[in-house]
């Protein structure tokens, strides 16, 4: 009427056996292979930004017949529009384009921030990046550029960021 | 509808090879402490060792950038007992964690209890799923190593192929100044929070069960436990350097059964693993939703046979029967049945005192019953196979299991079977009954105590056989005339020895009292 339990000198082994490999299949599983996230040699280019562009138009003076319209404490007499300018940015590597993505704001009306991440492995050693940066839609051609010649070593990260209140695109 | 078939036999052709594992697991552990027949309770146990390890590993951590760092690594260069053991038993816990609560999923799906009665437990068991692994991943962030820094920001790249925030999360890591010790208290927070959510969903999965097994037998926990702490001595964790966002870490000793998301992810691509994860969901929850059979009736009650003993309610193992007031006796109680839960077990019929054969009235009906075998169907079948069972030699009656052995196969001229919806649905006055009316020794087949399909059927039949549970069978029946075989099903010949090592104990007993043999009942 017992239950089978297994408690020969076979089984014993058998247990401390099977106990052994869900051990092993933890302890090698837990750290073996080792894992490499880039090739040896290279070097990673992050960009990234999170900004807010400028208006798409200027402001212009409110028309009398859409001042009637408004009630008396909310006739400003001018009008701006909300939506902001989608980002624009360029990246040349070494003379050749690498990058171009145009970041929509965000928000229904588009007059959020425009964000942005792209991460480039590029072989370690010296490189010329050209890196141009348009966030006014009102102004002609791009309004920030930066030119740079960096040295990366294998495994090293740069980071280029855009930020005009930070002195425009910056390597970090 | 072709194409379900197929998957239904293939569904089956692995059950099978998964009963021969568990069934070769059988003979090395015994049934009742193999860890495959365990691995829910498993998981409550590796949960509790999660839990217990990470207070202390909390006691000692520093939320800050540097200070994380530091805490933990200290742990593992001091002495072991110092915390060194703890982290580890900590990562080597949530390692098994993860495999058992895979196994348990894939016992379960194959066995298909994802429908009916088990359609709540199945759907709350998915989501658990992706807390268990949100919860592991955050925690390689507390040790904010190169492992935790790639953990990191590979969970932030994969997060924002989504659509969900209006800044990038991988801003968060991008260099050192962006990382901040507040957010070590946020991950903190998180690593902690996560985890009571699972606690919650956990209460969520075993809610329509009763006596929820959330502790494996003791053997098997002190042997686990053992176990992890034995790897914890032998190849203690460590940290890798620490987190330097100037840098890609060159190679990384990951953790493939908690992280395998990452490389899946680089080697893929972010919307390749959100869509596998999507299609994952959506398969895992809508299993439940597939065509079903046809439903089974369930548990019926009797109220004028129903006197409110409320076994049936102690016994089922689904949370099924509830007891309420009898409608036309005062102070008294009638036990009623929730149809969305009951298995159509019949472990409630074999709990009611009013179902015994002794009964005198020509239609035997019992308090609570199963519409697909009545206790009046069992004595009838009972009484008219004893009475054609072949004499000058010992007869013997097999109660069998629908879910178990299949029990039929043992049917010969002195032999009669009797396949029951589970051998739960015993009551013990039928074994009493069986001896009285002639036969020599009774046979009951049941699952394995720690395979029953139906959670307790074998363990309540044990205990009322054995005296320690009501209806209990009566201290007057002869032990050696009644013998419990445990055979699941596929184990058949082990069925067949159970049989004839009763029939040669039979021949060298000697017969029993004449009187009680040709007692006459109802």
């Not at chain 1, 980002?87 to 928000?107: K, Q």
């Not at chain 2, 203690?236 to 990384?252: F, K």
């Not at chain 2, 992280?259 to 390749?272: D, I, N, Q, R």
């Amino acid at each position: 009427m017992a239950e089978r339990i297994a408690s020969t000198p076979a089984a014993w082994i058998g247990q401390a056996l099977l106990y052994a490999v869900f051990a092993l299949i933890i302890g090698v599983f837990s750290q073996w292979p080792a894992y490499r996230h880039l090739d040896p040699g290279q070097a990673l280019i992050k960009v990234s930004f999170n900004h807010q562009g400028k208006p798409v138009s200027a402001c212009r003076p409110a028309t009398e017949q859409e001042l009637g319209k408004l009630p008396p404490n909310m006739r400003a007499p001018m009008v701006c529009p909300r939506e902001r300018t989608p980002i624009t940015i360029e990246m040349d590597l070494d003379g050749t384009a690498a990058l171009r993505h145009v970041a929509v704001p965000s928000g229904l009306s588009r007059d959020g921030a425009s964000a942005f991440y792209q991460r480039l492995p590029v072989k370690a050693g010296t490189h010329r990046l050209a890196i141009r940066v348009k966030h006014d839609a009102q102004s002609p051609g791009f309004d920030f550029e930066r030119q740079a010649t960096v040295t990366l070593r294998s495994a090293q990260v740069l980071v280029i960021d855009f930020d005009p209140g930070k002195g425009g695109i910056t390597l970090q | 509808m072709a194409a379900l078939q197929s998957l239904h036999a293939l569904r089956l052709w692995a059950l099978a090879l998964y009963r021969r594992l568990e069934q070769a697991f059988d003979r090395v552990f015994g049934a009742s402490l193999n860890p495959l027949r365990h691995l829910g309770s498993l998981g409550f146990l590796l949960f509790w060792l999660l839990a217990i390890s990470g207070i202390f590993v909390y006691i000692l951590f520093d939320t800050s950038v540097v200070g994380a760092y530091r805490s933990i690594d200290q742990l593992s260069k001091g002495p072991w007992y110092e915390g060194g053991l703890l982290r580890s038993v900590h990562r080597y816990a949530a390692d098994g964690f993860v495999l058992v609560m895979l196994g348990h999923l894939l016992r379960e799906g194959l066995a298909g209890r994802y429908q009916g009665f088990r359609r709540v437990p199945w759907l709350t068991g998915v989501p658990l799923l992706l807390l268990a692994f949100v919860s592991a991943i955050g925690g390689f962030w507390l040790c904010w190593d190169q492992l935790g820094q790639f953990s990191a920001l590979a969970t932030a790249e994969w997060l924002d192929r989504l659509p969900l925030f209006g800044s990038p999360l991988t801003r968060n890591f991008l260099t050192a100044a962006a990382v901040s010790d507040r957010l070590f208290s946020l991950l903190v927070f998180v690593h902690i929070g996560v985890p009571l959510l699972l606690v919650f969903g956990l209460w969520f999965h075993i809610q329509r069960i009763s006596r929820a097994a959330v502790f494996p037998p003791r053997p098997l926990a002190a042997a686990t436990t053992l176990t992890l702490c034995v790897l914890a001595l032998a190849a203690p964790v460590q940290s890798h350097g620490p987190a330097d966002m100037a840098i890609v870490p060159a190679q990384l000793q990951i953790d493939w059964l908690l992280l395998f998301v990452h490389p899946l992810t680089y080697a893929t691509s972010g919307e390749t693993v959100w869509a596998l994860l999507g299609v994952s969901l959506i398969v895992l929850l809508g299993l439940p939703f597939l065509p079903q059979p046809a439903p089974v009736p369930v548990a019926t009650v009797d109220a004028d046979n129903c006197n409110g003993c409320r076994r049936c309610f102690d016994d089922c193992p689904y949370q099924a029967v509830t007891m309420v007031a009898h409608p036309t006796r005062p102070a008294r109680q009638l036990a009623q049945v929730n149809a969305d839960l009951c298995a159509s077990c019949g472990i409630c019929a074999g709990a009611c005192p009013s179902a015994t054969p002794f009964r005198g009235i020509a239609s035997l009906v019992s308090g609570i019953d199963m519409p697909t075998l009545t206790v009046d169907a069992m004595r009838r079948q009972l009484r008219e196979g004893l009475a054609g069972l072949a004499r000058g030699g010992p007869r013997i009656v097999v109660f069998g299991c629908r879910q178990g052995a299949a029990a039929d196969r043992l049917a010969a001229p002195d032999v009669l079977c009797l396949n029951l919806l589970c051998a739960g649905q015993l009551p013990p006055s039928f074994i009493e009954y069986a001896l009285r009316d002639g036969a020599d020794a009774v046979l009951i087949a049941a699952c394995e105590p720690a395979g029953c399909e139906f959670r307790l059927g074998s363990r309540w039949t044990l205990e009322r056989i054995a005296g320690a549970r009501e209806p209990h069978l009566r201290d007057s029946v002869p032990p050696d005339r009644v013998t419990v075989a445990f055979a699941d099903a596929g184990e058949e010949a082990s069925l067949a020895r159970a049989l004839d090592a009763l029939r040669q104990r039979l021949r060298a007993m000697p017969p029993p009292p004449v009187d009680d043999r040709i007692a006459v009942h109802g």
